[in-house]
């Protein structure tokens, strides 16, 4: 770990002229995943800024009906929220799904999204890994790579976004609220996560001196069909293997509308808008169910300890669907 | 009599210290001046240090030196210096010997600085350049190069091979035969690894090391660095556990003392969570079996072959075929041991070594002889039942196993399982129950010991041995009380001071046994000093008393037929004249009675598994054991040893591993959140029967030791139950969701 300096923001502007001025520096919040980073070597930031006392702590409904999560709420504390649970069960089962209590109450809305990826050799420094160092070229590719990604995979990177939260918030199709120094800007979720391509390093779509305020939820819930099944080496505490996050409105045994994202298989979480619409207006039955999986796993590629989890995300997608659809 | 403590569920005398931050663990003594190690570790397996750079580091104000093998003390560098109580036969590893890399992670300089932030820091800024060499981790791709060792560690049998298995199987009407591989494990103790050593102005080192062997460590400096018994003294009061990983001297030791006599300052080396990945480990193990039994059930023959992995310049040896031929009666035995040399750090005992390997694998094979006869597998068990050991052809001390299987199976509800794989359900899920035996030698060694009783009536009883969590502390301590007859708040039981009477590592299971007799035979020479002065009082009532006549109770004296006529310990010793007896012993195992027996703890467990057939994930939802394991001195540390046991037995059988990575010789899942162990949710209710067991043989407390037991039988008990679920053999541990679905 690096020597670096830490300063408190007071307000959003404060943070953001921070973080502009200073090339090396980063946000801090829970900071359950920077600062282990920082101590394994990993991110070398010179200068902390703390916002967790910028005020964004609130969860209110938005003008729509939705809900605005702040950025700095805990995961904690969103999980528990009685309209989040009521609402919103898909996303409090995922958040708890995940990492442990002591975690939670540390962790904050912002910071679940830009957590970074587990792999093991982005983690230790003394093997390559583009996603660290650029160009140095990826060990997981011909290594141990029983927690990597199946989809939309690159040969330059096949980690994985290791979030449970953010799982549901792709499903229920969040947008992401960012302000910078030239004013605020909404992100849908589809598009705040990337794929590595050839720039690994780049986790999502937010410029470095943008920061995160909130995560707005769409009125729409799924909270009667829904499921979030979480597939993992031990009975907690462990990332997703595979995860499966699903929201369905039904009309008697009929799918009427059909939300759909995989944990645990790509570089951002993943959906597949054809499998989803293989879905709609058909019969809530198996047959429905593994023609749905088998379009999402049909893109799948293994590359060798991992490729158990093609058949295990397909298995898991069609267990999701029927547990949500009863 | 309210001093009787042995055999009563007596609380932790250090649980109050140990929950209030109030005891002090290795990395935790503080002192003016100290200064921190922080040590940098090779990124390869193989090679050489061409270059090692530390001038960025040295540069940082506040940096006191960075060591390295170009700069280090000159030290005598004869194998013989390095050696410690746990060492396999060969070369043991120097640390910063010279610039070779024998394994990945090998330490390869220590960086002090004044504070802890900075000497990371700076270690961040050493540069080193290697000149990589190919290495050889992979136990399967190599085991063609396996030998067969000519000398093992002193523990360690020659596995010896009787009556004619080849014929044996030919002559067996049921037959299997499979390959079982076990993975890598660490040990991954709470605490990491840490030595603070205490540099005096006077030059005397005062070393708080991580140890299960204070002797061991004092020893292990003294013959490195030429220090005498009073120049450096080792401590180790508290351990947050250490399963083995304390069983040698590890590398911060031996920085922590170079740095600190180098700079004539206290210096602190703590090693990182990574680092606990860079020494000793469980081996890796390929085995395979070939069992035969005849038309009863009745084992004909038992081919056994192990590989294991050790180190390049270590011939690390467990008993693990050893274990085939002593658990059941057959006349045909073959085992065969092989060893296979990678590029790593030797492997170390771990929580039952060999036994534990050889059980997960012997215990499952054994299962599928009994499916194979069509004999339900408790029943298979019993029809091969011993009543002597047929390893070394002598009688059991005791074995109260048939009693472990008929309570624990009773407990469990054996009687109604249904024997056909995949015949239960719950739901989506598959039940599944299964058994296995454990095994696990009861052993005594000679130690020493040291009781004192004060005017005021208090008894401070001492020897350098460790309490790694297992309750040491406190069963010494009721033993001493209760054969003094004092208050147990009377009664201190001290330990992990190397200037204390030396006792053997604490390891073995075999603490209770030996430092228990130690304990119990001084403070019998304290009874014997009272027994005198008590007759010697002015109208003794015990003047004409013999010593087997009275009884030492309720911090009395007093007539074994009469209890009122007595005198009290503290009259006896106001009118003694004396303030204090002090008495120090060595006790010896009484070898001549004890090598005419064979001496073991036994188990039983019964396991019940749900599997997720789909999915793949098993969960272990209930767990039965019980233990013969001679007198149990206190019924709830006892119980913890055991329930501890098997969760280590659960995390073996289904989640950990730790991953070599071929393409780097090292190991790569090198941290908590990605090398798994056994969580809250992963641990079932576990039900521990202790079997009444009478033993006057094994030791004079008749007590067996329970560190070790709970893991022994588990892992096969989960392996059969997840067959029983699934009609799936899985062979290789661990049982991850992969392997199943
Ligand atoms: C052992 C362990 C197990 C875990 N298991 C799981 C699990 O099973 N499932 C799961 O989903 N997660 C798991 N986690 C991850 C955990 O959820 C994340 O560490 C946590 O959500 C990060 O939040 P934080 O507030 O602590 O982020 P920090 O560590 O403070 O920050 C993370 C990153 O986000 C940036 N950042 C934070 N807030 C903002 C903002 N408002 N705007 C812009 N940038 C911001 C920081 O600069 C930093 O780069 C686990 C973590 C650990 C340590
Ligand atoms: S998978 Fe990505 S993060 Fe992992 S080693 Fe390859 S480049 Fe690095």
Known sequence: MNPFTYSRAGDLDEAVREISDNDRAKFIAGGTNLVD??????????????????????????????????????????????QVAERYPLLANAILAGASPQLRNMATNGGNLLQRTRCYYFYDTATPCNKREPGSGCSALNGHNRIHAILGTSEHCIA????????????????????????????PFADFHRLPGDTPHI?????????????????????????????????????ALVSVAVGLEMEGDTIREARLALGGVAHKPWRNLEAEALLVGNPANRETFKRAADRIVADARGYGSNSFKIELARRAVVRALNEAAK | ??????????????????????????????????????????????????????????????????????????????????????????????PLYDNEIQFSQQPIALVVAETFELARYAASLVKVQYVREPHGTDLR?????????????????????????????????????????????????????????????SGKLTVYDKTQGVPNSQKYISRIFGLSKAQATVHAPFIGGAFGSGLRPQYQLFLAVMAALQLKRSVR????????????????????????????????????????????????????????????????????????????????????????????????????????????????????????????DLPYSSKELRACYRQAAERFGWSNRRPEPRSMRDGNELIGWGMATGIWEAEQKPAMAKAVLTADGKLTVSSATEDIGTGTYTIMT????????????????????????????????????????????ACLEVQKRLFEYAGSMPDSPLAKADADGVVFADGRIHLKHYPTIGVTIQDVLRHSGVDRIEEEVTTLPDMLRQKKYARFTHSAVFVEVKVDEDLGTVHVTRVVTAVAGGRILNPKTARSQVLGGVV???????????????????????????????????????????????????????????????VVGTPAAIANAVFHATGKRLRDLPITLDKVM
Request: with cysteine; glycine share 8%.
């Open chain 2, 648 to 710: 280590w037995g659960i995390g073996m059988a289904l989640e950990e591993e730790s991953v070599l990575d071929h393409q780097f010789g090292r190991f790569i899942n090198h941290d908590l959140a990605e090398y798994h162990v056994a969580v809250n949710l992963d641990v079932p209710p576990i039900d521990v029967i202790f079997v009444e067991e009478n033993d006057t043989v094994v030791n004079p407390l008749g007590v067996k030791g329970l560190g070790e037991i709970g």
């Open chain 1, 37 to 82: 980073l920082m101590k394994a070597n990993v991110m070398h930031p010179t200068h902390l800024v703390d916002i967790t006392r910028l005020g964004l702590s609130a969860i209110e409904e938005t003008e729509e009906g939705g809900l605005r999560l702040g950025s700095l709420v805990t995961n904690a504390e969103t999980a528990y929220h009685p």
């Open chain 1, 203 to 239: 986790d999502a779509n937010l410029e470095p001196d943008e920061i995160i305020t909130a995560v707005e939820l769409p009125p729409r819930g799924f909270s009667q069909h829904f499921k979030y099944l979480k597939i993992r080496d031990r009975a907690s505490y462990a990332f």
């Open chain 2, 1 to 94: 009599m309210t001093t009787n403590y042995i055999g009563k569920p007596t609380n932790r005398v250090d649980g109050y210290a140990k929950v209030t931050g109030g005891a002090k663990y290795a990395g935790e003594h503080n002192v003016p001046g100290l200064t921190y190690g922080v040590v940098v570790s090779s990124d390869i397996a193989r090679g050489r240090i061409s270059r090692i750079d530390a001038s960025e580091a040295l540069k940082l104000n506040g940096v006191l030196e960075v060591f390295t093998h170009e700069n280090r003390p000159s030290l005598p560098w004869f194998d013989r210096n390095y050696q410690d109580q746990d060492q396999p036969p060969g070369s043991p590893f120097r």
């Open chain 2, 269 to 392: 080396v703590t090693l990182t969570r990574q680092q606990m990945f860079s020494f000793g480990h469980r081996p890796a193990t390929i085995q395979r079996f070939e069992l035969g039994a005849d038309a009863e059930g009745k084992l004909q023959a038992v081919v056994h072959e192990a590989i294991q992995e050790t180190s390049q310049f270590e011939d690390y040896t467990e008993n693990v075929v050893n274990w085939s031929g002593t658990v059941y009666q057959c006349d045909n035995v073959e085992p065969t041991y092989k060893l296979v040399k990678l590029d790593t750090y030797t492997p170390l005992d771990m929580r039952a070594p060999g036994g534990a390997t050889a059980m997960a694998a012997y215990e499952v094979a054994i299962d599928e002889l009994a499916y194979a006869a069509g004999i339900d597998p408790l029943e298979f068990r019993l029809i091969n039942y011993t009543e002597r050991d047929p390893m070394q």
């Open chain 2, 141 to 201: 791709a190599i085991q063609g190069q396996a030998y067969a060792p000519s000398k093992g560690k002193p523990s360690w049998k020659k596995p010896r091979p009787r009556g004619n298995a080849a014929q044996g199987m030919e002559q067996s009407i049921f037959k299997i035969e499979g390959r079982y591989d076990h993975a890598a494990e660490h040990h991954n103790p709470l605490e990491m690894h840490a030595s603070t050593v205490v540099y005096e102005p």
């Open chain 2, 478 to 521: 009721q033993i001493a009380a209760e054969t003094l007859g004092l208050p147990l708040e009377n009664v201190t039981f001290e330990l992990g001071d190397s200037s204390m009477p030396e006792a053997p590592l604490q390891g073995g299971s075999w603490t209770a046994a030996t430092v228990g007799s130690a304990v119990k035979s």
């Open chain 1, 160 to 187: 994985t976004h290791p979030s449970d939260m953010c799982v549901a918030l792709a499903a229920l199709e969040a947008v992401v609220r960012v302000t910078n120094r030239y004013g605020e800007r909404a992100i």
